[in-house]
């Protein structure tokens, strides 16, 4: 989209994705002076902020002449993701609806359970001998019930206000979507690692899934449609974007 084009007094901030040498780049136009180029972790995701005033190819230049800056620091971020993979024992930190807890495994002759404890904790009960497999499969299914939980609470208050009715939903692990919406069926998946983010993402997520139920695309009515309902939703983009809890590109 050219600059030129934006209505100025109405949007401070455009963003769209381009694709440099096969490499997903976000360009964020905004009221600035120059154009500030950065890779984020977890997995290094490159987002340039630029004037107004510039077009895409000059964002394209201005990546393609700092490529190799911004491949060192992927690999930098590469290398420090596989240091913290999680491995599901004592001390570590998880999180639960947006909230950081330290895990605490206890080893015992019993069926497996999880549960949180005093604000702070996550408890993992295991049998002696259960591995880190095993140890994260309990963990997600917890997870899973929690995020259905949830999921039943916001649906039919959704659909009143919406006016649209979802005829099947689910959680599943996805790699690159954080939501998806079938139209033609009115089936929506929600990302497992939702369980993990903070309930207003949670919503947005669910509320962006069913505004394709009236309108398919991501245009200007789609964007007019979610201002109306959830006014602070882009907030809610941003920390799903920026928060590196998931070891895992994601693209929304
Ligand atoms: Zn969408």
Request: net charge positive.
């Amino acid at each position: 989209m050219k600059s030129s084009k934006l209505p100025k007094t109405s949007v401070t901030t455009e963003r769209h994705f381009i694709t440099v040498q096969g490499m997903p780049v976000e360009v964020v136009r905004k009221n600035i002076k120059n154009l500030h180029l950065a890779v984020y972790p977890p997995d290094g995701r490159v987002r340039v902020s630029v004037p107004v005033r510039l077009t895409d190819e000059d964002v394209r230049l201005a990546v393609v002449s700092r490529l190799g800056w911004i491949r060192k620091r992927q690999a930098m971020f590469q290398s420090q993701e596989r240091q913290s993979a999680r491995e599901f024992v004592s001390g570590e930190s998880h999180f639960v609806q947006g909230r950081r807890y330290r895990l605490d495994v206890i080893e015992e002759n019993r069926p497996a359970a999880v549960r949180l404890r005093n604000n702070t904790t996550l408890e993992l009960r295991v049998r002696p001998g259960t591995d880190r497999h095993k140890r994260e499969e309990i963990i997600n299914h917890w997870y899973r019930t929690l995020l259905k939980n949830q999921i039943d609470q916001l649906l039919p208050r959704w659909e009143k206000k919406l006016g649209v009715t979802v005829s099947e939903w689910g959680v599943r692990k996805m790699k690159t979507r954080w939501g998806t919406c079938n139209i033609e069926v009115r089936r929506i998946w929600v990302n497992l690692e939702l369980a993990k983010k903070p309930p207003q993402c949670l919503e947005y997520i669910v509320v962006h899934e069913m505004v394709h139920l009236l309108e398919r695309r991501h245009n200007d009515r789609f964007l007019a449609l979610m201002d109306k309902y959830l006014p602070n939703w882009r907030h809610m983009r941003d920390e799903l974007n920026r928060e590196p809890l998931a070891h895992e590109h994601w693209v929304y």
